[in-house]
C-alpha cells in the first residue's frame, strides 16, 4: 500500500508538471519557489559543517562557522551566518514584533491567535547556542556530551526561527502591495522554504536526489513523522498526521496568496498568507510536542535509568515551537519547558517524566487543532513500563486539519539563480540514486525534474 501510494505520488506529480511554466531552479522537496533562493538553501552546509565539528568535540571550530558563516553567500564577499538569525540585534532589528518570536519573548505580534506567551530573552536561542559552544552560562559544569547535542539541536531552533522570519517579511510586504517574484511577497516567503528545507547535495543540478532536506530543520519533522505517522513496519498510522504532507501544502497555499495569485485581491492574499502561516507554526508545534513526548521516555528509560544525551534532545527540541504551543494554550508550554529543563539533575526531573511531560501537553493539543490519535504515539513507545494514570482526557471531535494546496507550480520569468562562493566552495559530491525508506522524500521532487528536461521523468516511469 505504501509503495502504490508513493508512486501515486510521483506520477501525479509528473501529470501536472508536464506544462509551460518558467521556474528559476527545480523543485526542492515538492516545493518550487517562483524566486531565486539557491544561496539560502545552502545555509543547511553550515548546519552540517557545525554538525561534524561539534560530533568530533572541535567547539572552536563549530563556534567559528556559527559566528562566521561558509556557504550561504549575501555576495561574493559577504556570507550569512546562523548567529546573525537569532542574536540580540537581529531580534531587536527583525524578530521583535512577529507573531512567531513573539510567542517567546512576549508581545502583540501580528494576528497571534492565543494569548499565551513565554518570557524569554529576545536572544535566546543564540544565548542557548553559545553557552553550549563555550560552556558558560547554563552550560557551565555541563558535560561535553550535553553541550554537544545542545549544539547540534539549538542550531535547528535557530534556523526555525529564522524561517519563520521570512514568512512574517512576505506578509508585511503583501500587505504593502509587493507581490513582485523576484522581491516582493513571494522571494520572502520562498526564503521561508529554502531555509526550513534546505538542499543537500547538488539539488540544483540533481533534482531526484533521495537526500533532499538532509540537515535541515525540516528533517527534525520528518524523524518525528516517522516516528508517529508511521509504524515499525513502515505502514501508515490510521489517523496521525504526516506534518512534511501538511507542512508542504500549506507552503505552497502560501506561496500562491504571496503572488495574488488568482486569490480574491490583495487583502484575500494577506489573510491566506496569516491563516497559511499559523498552520504551518501548527505543524511546527507538533514537531515538537512528539520530540518532546519520545525523549522525555527516552530520558528516563535509558540504560542506567537516565540519559544527559536524550534529557538536551528533549528541551532543545521542545523549545523549537514551544512559544507556539504556550500562546495556544497558556501554561503549557512553560510548563514542558520546566519539566524538560536541562539545567535539572536526573534527581530532580520527574519520576515518571513522560507520563508528567503528556499530561502537561494534552490540554494544548485541541487549541492547536490536533487531537492525540493526530499526535499518535511513538512507535517504540513501551507501554508496558511506562503506566500514565490520571491524565486529562483527550479532545474528542477536533475538526479535521485545514486543507492547504496540494499542487502549485508558480509560472514565473525570474531570473535563474547560480552558486557563488563566499569564500568556501559548494560541495558537490551527492549521488542522485534513491535508497530504501526514501522513496517518499524523492517523489515529491520528481515535480522539479520537468525542469531538467522530460528524459528524466521517463526513466522514472520506466523504472517503476
Same mark, same amino acid.
Request: glycine share 10%; net charge negative.
Given at each position: 500500500?505504501?509503495?502504490?501510494?508513493?508512486? +501515486?505520488?510521483?506520477?501525479?506529480?509528473?501529470?501536472? %508538471?508536464?506544462?509551460?511554466?518558467?521556474?528559476?531552479?527545480?523543485?526542492?522537496?515538492?516545493?518550487?519557489?517562483? $524566486?531565486?533562493?539557491?544561496?539560502? *538553501?545552502?545555509?543547511?552546509?553550515?548546519?552540517?559543517?557545525?554538525?561534524?565539528?561539534?560530533?568530533?568535540?572541535?567547539? +572552536?571550530?563549530?563556534?567559528?562557522?556559527?559566528?562566521?558563516?561558509?556557504?550561504?553567500?549575501?555576495?561574493?564577499s559577504?556570507? @550569512?551566518?546562523?548567529q546573525?538569525?537569532? *542574536?540580540a540585534?537581529?531580534?531587536?532589528?527583525?524578530?521583535?514584533?512577529?507573531?512567531?518570536?513573539?510567542?517567546?519573548?512576549?508581545?502583540?505580534?501580528?494576528?497571534?491567535? &492565543?494569548?499565551?506567551?513565554?518570557?524569554?530573552?529576545?536572544?535566546?536561542?543564540?544565548?542557548?547556542?553559545?553557552?553550549?559552544?563555550?560552556?558558560?552560562?547554563?552550560?557551565?559544569? !555541563?558535560?561535553?556530551?550535553?553541550?554537544?547535542?545542545?549544539?547540534?539541536k539549538?542550531?535547528?531552533? +535557530?534556523l526555525?526561527? /529564522?524561517?519563520?522570519?521570512e514568512?512574517?517579511?512576505?506578509?508585511?510586504?503583501?500587505?504593502?502591495?509587493?507581490?513582485?517574484d523576484?522581491? &516582493?511577497?513571494?522571494?520572502?516567503?520562498?526564503?521561508?522554504?529554502?531555509?526550513? #528545507?534546505? $538542499?543537500?547535495?547538488?539539488?540544483?543540478?540533481?533534482?531526484?536526489? *533521495?537526500?533532499?532536506? !538532509?540537515?535541515?530543520?525540516?528533517?527534525?519533522?520528518?524523524?518525528?513523522?516517522?516516528? #508517529?505517522?508511521?509504524?515499525?513496519?513502515?505502514?501508515?498510522?490510521?489517523?496521525?498526521v504526516? *506534518? @512534511?504532507?501538511?507542512?508542504?501544502?500549506?507552503?505552497? !497555499?502560501?506561496l500562491?496568496?504571496?503572488?495574488?495569485?488568482?486569490?480574491?485581491?490583495?487583502?484575500?492574499?494577506?489573510?491566506?498568507?496569516?491563516?497559511?502561516?499559523?498552520?504551518? /507554526?501548527?505543524?511546527?508545534?507538533l514537531?515538537?510536542?512528539? +520530540?518532546?513526548?519520545? #525523549?522525555?521516555?527516552?530520558?528516563?528509560?535509558?540504560?542506567?535509568?537516565? $540519559?544527559?544525551? /536524550?534529557h538536551?534532545?528533549?528541551?532543545?527540541?521542545?523549545?523549537? =515551537?514551544?512559544?507556539?504551543?504556550?500562546?495556544?494554550?497558556?501554561?503549557?508550554?512553560?510548563?514542558?519547558?520546566?519539566?524538560?529543563?536541562?539545567?535539572?539533575?536526573?534527581?530532580?526531573?520527574?519520576?515518571?517524566?513522560?507520563?508528567?511531560?503528556e =499530561?502537561?501537553?494534552?490540554?494544548?493539543?485541541?487549541?492547536?487543532?490536533?487531537? %492525540?490519535?493526530?499526535?499518535?504515539?511513538?512507535?517504540?513507545?513501551?507501554?508496558?513500563?511506562?503506566?500514565?494514570?490520571?491524565?486529562?482526557?483527550?479532545?474528542?471531535?477536533?475538526?479535521?486539519?485545514?486543507?492547504?494546496?496540494?499542487? /502549485?507550480?508558480?509560472?514565473?520569468?525570474?531570473?535563474?539563480?547560480?552558486?557563488?562562493?563566499?569564500?568556501?566552495?559548494?560541495?558537490?559530491?551527492?549521488?542522485?540514486t534513491?535508497?530504501?525508506?526514501?522513496?517518499?522524500?524523492?517523489?515529491?521532487?520528481?515535480?522539479?525534474?520537468?525542469?531538467?528536461?522530460?528524459a528524466?521523468? =521517463?526513466?522514472?516511469?520506466?523504472?517503476?
Open positions: 500500500m505504501a509503495k502504490s501510494l508513493r508512486l +501515486a505520488g510521483v506520477f501525479g506529480a509528473i501529470a501536472f %508538471c508536464a506544462g509551460d511554466n518558467h521556474n528559476p531552479h527545480p523543485d526542492m522537496g515538492g516545493y518550487t519557489p517562483a $524566486s531565486n533562493v539557491v544561496e539560502h *538553501s545552502q545555509m543547511v552546509f553550515d548546519i552540517k559543517d557545525i554538525t561534524t565539528a561539534t560530533s568530533a568535540g572541535d567547539f +572552536a571550530a563549530a563556534k567559528e562557522i556559527y559566528t562566521g558563516g561558509r556557504f550561504s553567500c549575501k555576495s561574493p559577504t556570507t @550569512r551566518t546562523l546573525g538569525f537569532v *542574536s540585534d537581529t531580534y531587536t532589528a527583525k524578530l521583535q514584533g512577529e507573531a512567531f518570536m513573539d510567542t517567546f519573548a512576549g508581545g502583540d505580534g501580528d494576528q497571534i491567535p &492565543g494569548d499565551g506567551r513565554l518570557s524569554l530573552a529576545g536572544s535566546f536561542w543564540d544565548d542557548f547556542i553559545l553557552g553550549a559552544l563555550d560552556g558558560t552560562g547554563d552550560f557551565e559544569g !555541563k558535560s561535553e556530551t550535553m553541550r554537544k547535542t545542545a549544539v547540534k539549538g542550531i535547528l531552533g +535557530a526555525t526561527m /529564522y524561517s519563520t522570519h514568512l512574517e517579511a512576505a506578509v508585511v510586504k503583501a500587505r504593502d502591495g509587493n507581490f513582485d523576484a522581491s &516582493g511577497a513571494p522571494h520572502a516567503w520562498d526564503e521561508g522554504w529554502a531555509f526550513y #528545507y534546505g $538542499s543537500f547535495g547538488s539539488h540544483m543540478l540533481e533534482p531526484m536526489a *533521495s537526500d533532499g532536506g !538532509k540537515y535541515s530543520a525540516w528533517e527534525f519533522a520528518k524523524k518525528r513523522d516517522l516516528d #508517529y505517522a508511521y509504524d515499525s513496519d513502515g505502514d501508515a498510522v490510521a489517523g496521525a504526516d *506534518s @512534511r504532507v501538511k507542512m508542504l501544502e500549506y507552503f505552497k !497555499k502560501g500562491k496568496a504571496s503572488r495574488n495569485d488568482d486569490v480574491g485581491g490583495a487583502d484575500t492574499a494577506v489573510t491566506q498568507m496569516i491563516e497559511a502561516r499559523n498552520n504551518i /507554526y501548527s505543524m511546527l508545534a514537531a515538537s510536542i512528539r +520530540a518532546a513526548l519520545k #525523549y522525555a521516555e527516552k530520558t528516563q528509560a535509558a540504560d542506567g535509568g537516565y $540519559s544527559e544525551d /536524550y538536551i534532545e528533549a528541551y532543545a527540541y521542545f523549545l523549537a =515551537a514551544a512559544g507556539w504551543v504556550e500562546q495556544a494554550a497558556p501554561g503549557v508550554g512553560s510548563s514542558v519547558l520546566n519539566l524538560l529543563d536541562f539545567k535539572k539533575t536526573s534527581e530532580e526531573l520527574d519520576a515518571n517524566l513522560y507520563c508528567a511531560v =499530561a502537561a501537553l494534552i490540554p494544548a493539543y485541541e487549541p492547536l487543532g490536533l487531537d %492525540c490519535d493526530m499526535v499518535g504515539v511513538w512507535k517504540d513507545h513501551n507501554s508496558e513500563a511506562i503506566s500514565c494514570e490520571d491524565l486529562p482526557a483527550c479532545p474528542t471531535g477536533v475538526a479535521a486539519l485545514p486543507d492547504g494546496l496540494a499542487d /502549485y507550480i508558480p509560472d514565473t520569468e525570474t531570473t535563474a539563480g547560480s552558486n557563488t562562493d563566499c569564500p568556501y566552495e559548494f560541495p558537490q559530491e551527492t549521488e542522485a534513491t535508497t530504501p525508506g526514501q522513496a517518499s522524500d524523492a517523489a515529491p521532487a520528481a515535480a522539479g525534474a520537468v525542469a531538467m528536461g522530460l528524466v521523468l =521517463a526513466s522514472l516511469a520506466n523504472a517503476a
